[in-house]
């Protein structure tokens, strides 16, 4: 067999070599019965607990779209609303801190080469995209669009630094590292050792990381919402983008739940261009989407509510996810029990397996025969045939001397 880079692989020698246990014939037959009626058992089990997996996401997609919709706070708003604050305002103040730390980051860069601010640099300030609502549907009463760009203060791809699990440098995250919604560090590779980065450019709160290039569409604008400070230092790879979120955490934790939805989902797959087999989504594409701005208080209203609803919903998938693991157990300790003479009784009267196997042995050496005698058969008829044009060209050639 071979390893390393190739595929496992074996050779036909190998296998010849390879040693079975062989029951009575009919021992066998028992054996085969019983498998059919357990294996099928569990195969319409699993089947089952498909099924339930399937209805459930579709129940987490209703969720989310009663989320993204404003139908989970219905009831709520015609109690509510005249008293609440609406999401307007709340954008006035994201776009107002916004506005803040970019002139922080530039007063920052300033600093550090040693110069003073140059004259009229707060004109420099770039506005964001405004959300284009031609298309989109309707809002509940006190919601809003908002572009992405208006909800990041700051943008930008990551290192193309050549990182390995063997590297002693900074920690980077990767396409694997974005999961479920968060950040998971239980497969990271670093940087090399010269690789460093501000502080201030390393992965903080308020960072949103969305996977920008990949094979598969449905990983295209995968996206994790950092909500707290990391436990290590880190850095990002170049197949994500980051947006730097406003740190409110009503915002973070909305666009954190919503994420998902059908509508952003259905949003980025029709903007995800396409080349040599890969899927991408573009920082310039991805700040014009436009999401859907509840007021804060709203905001945590859905957020409790569809948090109950969705955390049934993980340990109903987890419950799932380990009766079919359990299921696949069992299949090997069927056929482990099959393989050991341990899945039916023995029985005395049975011929022994011993006869069977003289019966395959005259049976082979009896095949073994044929093929010689089909083989020499075969090997003659070309002669023949040669030597049957060879003396139909003699006599051609005959006849024409004539």
């Not at 014939?25 to 699993?46: M, N, P, T, V």
């Not at 094979?215 to 983008?241: D, E, N, Q, T």
């Not at 393989?339 to 019966?359: H, I, M, T, W, Y």
């Amino acid at each position: 067999m071979t390893y390393g880079n190739s595929p496992p692989s074996a050779h036909d020698d190998e296998f010849a070599q390879l040693v079975l246990p062989l029951p009575p014939a009919k021992e066998q037959e028992r054996i085969a019965d019983a498998l059919d009626e357990l294996l099928s058992d569990l195969d319409a089990g699993a089947a089952a607990l498909g099924r339930v997996r399937d209805k459930l996401k579709l129940y987490r997609a209703a969720v989310l779209k009663a989320a993204v919709e404003g139908a989970l706070t219905a009831e709520w708003r015609k109690q509510q609303h005249s008293h609440t604050e609406p999401a307007s305002e709340l954008l006035g103040r994201i776009l107002a801190e916004r506005r803040r730390r970019w002139e922080e980051e530039r007063l920052r860069e300033f600093k550090e080469k040693g110069r003073e601010p140059s004259k009229n640099w707060k004109a420099k300030y770039k506005e964001p995209v405004a959300p284009d609502t031609a298309d989109l549907p309707p809002l509940p009463e006190g919601w809003c669009w908002a572009s992405m760009d208006q909800l990041a203060w700051s943008a930008g791809y990551g290192t193309s630094e050549k990182c390995r699990e063997s590297n002693t440098g900074l920690a980077v995250l990767r396409i694997p590292n974005i999961v479920s919604g968060s950040v998971a560090l239980d497969d990271l590779k670093f940087a090399p050792p010269s690789y460093v980065e501000r502080d201030e450019d390393l992965v903080s709160i308020g960072d949103f990381l969305i996977v920008r290039t990949n094979g598969s569409r449905k990983l295209i604008g995968r996206g994790a919402v950092v909500r707290s400070a990391p436990a290590i230092p880190l850095s990002f790879a170049s197949y994500l983008i980051r947006l730097r979120l406003v740190p409110d955490p009503s915002l973070l934790a909305w666009l954190a739940l919503i994420w998902d939805s059908s509508f952003i989902r259905r949003w980025i797959e029709t903007r995800a261009a396409t080349s040599a087999g890969q899927y991408n989504i573009s920082l310039g594409v991805l700040e014009t989407l436009a999401v859907p701005l509840p007021p804060v208080v709203e905001q945590r209203t859905i957020a409790e509510s569809a948090d109950g609803q969705l955390s049934v919903i993980d340990h109903l998938e987890s419950d799932i996810d380990a009766k079919l693991a359990n299921a696949q157990a069992l299949r090997q300790s069927v056929l482990r029990h099959a393989f050991c003479g341990k899945l039916v009784s023995q029985d005395s009267n049975d011929e022994p397996a011993s006869e069977l196997l003289k019966r395959i042995a005259v049976e082979r050496e009896q095949r073994a025969r044929e093929a010689a005698a089909a083989k020499r058969l075969n090997g003659q008829r070309p002669r023949r045939a040669a030597k049957a044009r060879g003396k139909a060209a003699r006599a051609k050639s005959t006849k024409k001397e004539n």
